[in-house]
């Protein structure tokens, strides 16, 4: 069956793939490039869904794996999905599960079946098969789902690398197969490692299944950035122009800038929200680690190019008091700051490819960086 | 020399010594009675100075303890005081420290000069002077200072009473000596322990110096509630009417019904704010515990009769599982609901005794309670 792709493009970067576009969602139109914050557990943590409107984002991700084993997808389900259940009325994309489960090493075991892992909170056996990522996914009523993929470590050899891929392919089909709320969008995962080829292959294969849009996944897993970077440039160069790329889990504000360089549409990360608790906030001049004594008198907010709520009224003084004396407050300030860097970022390279001189913004991105 | 009242009469409860009124201050009228969210270390846990202007607060509290360790009051004085350091621009009433260096016991020395004490934070020596109370707070820039005083534990003796009474009363002179902003107000503070003849000499001796408001101290330290009632009433008898009073530290949403009875006008307690962050919602038909399995599934708000951010947005099984996941949304929405429910009960009680129904309010109040 042909699907009608949710992607539009607007227009094309003269110097390297970078597009600006949008996807189309039944919670509202995305602008792409797009960076995601997350909300694990049904919460971005730390702030409120009036806060990250506040800041301009359309879509947050939600993660299967923490919500299918607490609270439950069927409780969710019965508030009308996780719009209903946490108050949140634009755009969601969850994932499969895959990354989480993979991570629990030894609690997890693979067959071709699916995934059978023990609950990170009760040990209790759980197991979960590609269509069941999919009915998960369909009863949180996200608006786009993740195929339930097998992540590959770093580094794999080839022979790993190909079984695990092509399992993804076979999972990929059962995905598409066991897909019933078509109003919710199904995206596709690549893996292939750090095989060129096997990329190439694995994104073939899911083209031929035919996905609303295609990840790519398994990168940042510990591998060197420019190998990230090359294999995110391999990868996109076999994906159909016609639909959205999905980088998972990527990444730094250099990551972002260097993934819509090579046609990237959409990120997520936990790195402003994680970072933001760790005290840790961006800047357009860099990092600024707040709890550090320099700024205990300092007057100015984290970062005067902002125009965040944190930085319109608060002083870096002041947040660095909130963070040593572990007050609430801190956590809720630099979240709101750090979210805002990022998707304030996401709207300049967004004009930046408009205007196309996506090439000059990047050299003063770096270059601002470098003045700190 | 005589001095100008900051507080207005509205209207007189025919029924008992409510009273409904005004308290100025320079940043603006506090309309009582009144309840002061507490905020510690310069913020109200977990809440922005947006959400509880949201809620109607118009006055909250810091503690000079806690701000004279960390940051310190020279630090804030650079920024314009408290208000210009938090970002609030309506009224602060700041506590003198007393209260908190008696409850530090072994590290804390009272001597006729004023209160040795060890850092909690770093056990480094200091040292707290009546004067040195007066001057901090002036640093800070609280609208409403209060004079440094002894509190006296429960139970307590008639000769530890009388003693630590009359010294309360020496410092208080020695705060009204070294007053010198005088546009930020000054209260006094009356101790006496558990005898109401000392009370009525502790309220003498603080009304000849003369203050801008009276306090009762030492209240709500184990007692039990009957006599907090009976010492609160036998010193209000005492105290000038044409001046506000404040109850310190107290109390449960029962307490503040009871002491806006006796004649208080103001109340501070850090329970709605602490509560909120144990998972103890406060509802007009009582005490939500919110991580009870029995709230698991329920759809409906903390409490359906009320109005605030939390209620109009989420349900109790939203928020059981924010709390059980440990989300920090769950501290942000948990205390924007006790703030706004302790707010709104003494909107409540405002709008009674202007209506001279107090008597009927408080029974209602109750037999909501008991209907749980």
């Not at 990840?215 to 391999?234: C, F, N, R, W, Y």
Request: hydrophobic share 35%; with cysteine.
């Amino acid at each position: 069956m042909t699907r009608h792709s949710p992607y539009t493009l607007h227009n094309r970067s003269s110097e390297c793939r970078g597009r600006r576009g949008e996807v189309a969602t039944q919670h509202g139109i995305v602008q792409t490039p797009v960076f995601m914050p997350v909300g694990t557990q049904a919460s971005v943590k730390a702030v409120t869904p009036e806060n990250l409107k506040e800041m301009g984002a359309e879509i947050i991700l939600g993660n299967t794996y923490h919500l299918f084993i607490r609270p439950g997808h069927q409780l969710i389900e019965s508030f009308g999905g996780l719009h209903g259940f946490m108050h949140w009325d634009r755009a969601i994309l969850t994932d499969s599960g895959g990354f989480q489960i993979f991570s629990l090493k030894d609690l997890a075991t693979i067959t071709e079946e699916g995934a059978a892992f023990r609950s990170h909170l009760d040990g209790s056996k759980l197991f979960l098969s590609p269509e069941d990522a999919v009915g998960v996914q369909e009863a949180l009523g996200s608006d786009i789902m993740m195929c339930l993929d097998t992540c590959i470590p770093f580094p794999a050899d080839r022979k790993q690398t190909v079984e695990a891929t092509a399992l993804t392919g076979r999972w990929a089909q059962r995905c598409r197969d066991a897909h019933r709320r078509r109003q919710q969008l199904l995206f596709g995962i690549t893996q292939g490692g750090m095989y060129p080829e096997l990329r190439r292959e694995s994104a073939e294969s899911l083209i031929d299944i035919g996905f609303d849009g295609y990840a790519i996944g398994g990168l940042s897993v510990g591998e060197p950035k420019e190998q990230m970077h090359d294999i995110t440039e391999a990868t996109v160069a076999h994906l159909p122009q016609d639909y959205p790329v999905y980088l998972m889990g990527v990444g730094t504000p250099e990551d972002l800038v260097e993934g819509v360089w090579r046609g990237v549409d959409m990120f997520d990360c936990v790195m402003p929200t994680r970072n933001a608790r760790n005290g840790t906030l961006f800047t357009s001049t860099g990092k600024v680690v707040i709890k550090n004594s320099r700024y205990r008198t300092d007057h100015i907010p984290p970062d005067e190019r902002c125009d965040c709520y944190t930085c319109r009224n608060y002083s870096r003084a002041y947040l660095r008091h909130l963070f040593v004396s572990r007050e609430i407050l801190a956590y809720h300030l630099n979240t709101i700051h750090n979210l805002h860097y990022y998707l304030n970022l996401m709207k300049d390279i967004r004009e930046a490819i408009e205007k196309d001189r996506y090439g000059a913004f990047r050299d003063d991105f770096y270059g601002r960086l470098e003045g700190e």
